[in-house]
């Protein structure tokens, strides 16, 4: 935004600081009015024909811009995604162990990705790690979604689960 000196058109639209229409008037002379006022010349509009300029003190504007995105900022919620590796081989009390965190991340509203490893020639048994997927999405149904069904890609079969709307 140009405020005050930077402003170089002949004539423009002043609007006042209470929100009212001053008319065209030069830009000298609002530049003028905006000095006895100790306020700053601003303009809001340069495509319009005549520019529209307003009265306004910049500083506190810009506060309040700067306030306003740090508040949304703030009511932002990120959606982070944990990931859980497991393996073709895994036992029971790991699994459940492995699942209770899953279900806690999912009620955190993160994402999760669930992933397989397989290593040497466990890879031939692929199979074995869709079984321990489809296992794991059970487990976590309660509380979440499968977003991307489970997928070898290279060495490890992965699976995407998101919290489900509440």
Known sequence: MMINDEIRDKEVRLIDSDGSQLG??????????????????VKIAPKATPPVCRIMDYGKYKFEAAKK??????????????????????????????LN?????????????????FRGRELHHAQLGEEI???????????????KMP????????????????
């Not at 830009?27 to 100790?38: L, R, V």
């Not at 899953?102 to 490893?117: C, E, M, N, P, Y």
């Not at 060495?155 to 509440?166: G, T």
């Open 24 to 41: 065209i008037v030069s830009s000298k002379e609002a530049k003028q009015i905006a000095y006895e006022k100790n306020l700053d010349l």
């Open 69 to 98: 995105e740090k508040e949304a900022r703030k009511n932002q919620k990120t959606v982070d995604v944990k990931e859980i590796r497991l393996s073709p081989s895994i036992d029971d009390h790991d699994f459940n162990t492995k």
């Open 101 to 117: 965190h899953a279900i806690k991340f999912l009620k955190g509203g993160d994402r999760v990705k669930v992933s397989v490893r």
């Open 133 to 147: 997927l489809k296992r794991f999405a059970e487990g976590v149904s309660e509380v979440g979604t499968v977003d």
């Open 151 to 166: 997928k070898l890609e290279g060495r490890f079969m992965n699976m995407f689960v998101s919290p489900k709307a509440q």
